[in-house]
């Protein structure tokens, strides 16, 4: 890097804060910050506990935005106002250590960039995930269990909490569906980008010759709804099984049907849930993994999106991204055009770059 393209940087990273403070509007929340700072010293205010609490994390939300971009933006306005200096004392050293500190500049930008990104009113929920394989039997079922793993890591990485509602194991390896809540910051909003059908290519550990298969698996994510939300669904609508729970549980799952399975009838929606030895418990699972999915449908009408994964085929020309293992190794994402060829990182669930490329490329500031 020399000193035309560091000042290239300088340039298009401000432009970015200020576009970002467009945005943000800092002063309005600086604003609504003293407006909940004074209905706290209203002794009345905490007569209502559950009106306090949305307040309250209201406030966490605007502190934890505000102290971002403040961050943010003062890297920037340091790191022009020390650039000025160095070049006006000749300080070749100071410069240099800039010039090398760039990229970490860059990121802090980015950094800020996905938080914008992910300050829609959902996105800060839990996030409700179901895989299911596509057509493909044994192979389909593999890809579908490596996916969930894939996912498991992530999760791992990033510190968030995973609770299994439903896991129905392959007749011979993998999974026949899995459904899960993950639990954590911004959890929907990461990865509701994974939302979709992922395409697997590979030579088939299944294939005694050795031959190249390709399979599929759909992504369903949807945000987890709060109790506040009213989502009417109508019992009539409402096909209610119960089966014996699969996998591990224990003796007791096993001999009681205590997993539910719920099929919404207007709509075609299945969930189920087993992870529980109360079919009650089960049941009231099953009943908000409904709501959650129904409330995201509702979203997508809303947003007017022509497709959605519930009516997508899981097979050929749906894919959101393609795992390429032979003859070359790449993944692809279809929505950020971004390819990366660290293929057994992202299955071992080095997957947030990713993501972060596809929130980017779909809503830029």
């Known amino acids: 890097m ?36 004074s209905l706290e010293n209203d002794p009345d205010f905490w007569q209502d506990i559950s009106k306090a609490g949305v307040i309250a994390k209201e ?4 502190n934890s935005m505000l102290d971002k971009f403040n961050s943010a ?12 200096l160095a070049n006006s004392e000749n300080d070749t050293e100071t410069i240099q250590s800039l010039f090398d500190d760039a990229q ?23 996030a409700i995930v179901s895989i299911h394989p ?6 389909s079922n593999d890809w579908a269990s490596m996916l969930y793993r894939m996912y498991l890591r992530f999760c791992e990485r990033e510190g968030f909490k995973v609770e299994t509602l439903d896991f129905q194991e392959g007749d011979e390896a993998g999974l026949k569906d899995v459904s899960f809540i ?33 399979s599929f698996s759909s992504v369903m994510v949807s945000p987890e709804i709060d109790d506040d939300i009213e989502i009417n669904i109508d019992e009539k609508d409402l096909k209610i099984d119960t089966y014996r729970a699969s996998g591990a549980g224990g003796q007791h799952v096993n001999k009681t049907e205590s997993a539910i399975r719920i099929t919404h009838v207007p709509t075609g929606i299945v969930v189920q849930c087993q992870n529980d030895r109360s079919q009650h418990k089960n049941r009231a699972t099953a009943m908000k993994m409904l709501k959650s999915r129904l409330y995201e449908l509702e979203l997508i009408k809303q947003q007017e999106a022509s497709t959605s994964v519930e009516k997508s085929e899981i097979g050929w020309g749906h894919q959101i991204r393609s795992y390429v293992l032979f003859p070359y190794q790449q993944v692809k994402d279809n929505r950020s055009g971004q390819a990366y060829s660290q293929t057994d990182a992202i299955l071992d669930g080095d997957i947030k770059k990713m993501i972060e490329g596809v929130l980017i490329s779909q809503k830029s500031i």
């Open 182 to 214: 993950v639990k954590g910051e911004n959890a929907y909003g990461y990865l509701k980008a994974e939302n979709g059908i992922h395409r697997l290519v590979r030579t088939s550990p299944f294939d005694s010759a050795g031959r190249r298969h390709t």
């Open 73 to 84: 933006k003062q890297a920037v306005d340091d790191a022009k106002d020390l650039y000025e």
């Open 2 to 37: 020399d000193n035309y393209e560091y000042t290239e940087l300088l340039k298009t990273l401000n432009t970015k804060v200020e576009n970002i403070a467009q945005v943000v509007k800092p002063y309005s929340l600086k604003n609504r910050l003293d407006e909940i700072n």
């Open 59 to 62: 406030k966490s939300k605007i």
């Open 104 to 126: 970490n500049l860059q990121d802090h930008i980015i950094n800020l960039e996905i938080v914008m990104l992910l300050s829609g009113d959902d996105d800060s929920k839990n």
């Open 134 to 139: 596509g057509a493909g039997g044994t192979e």
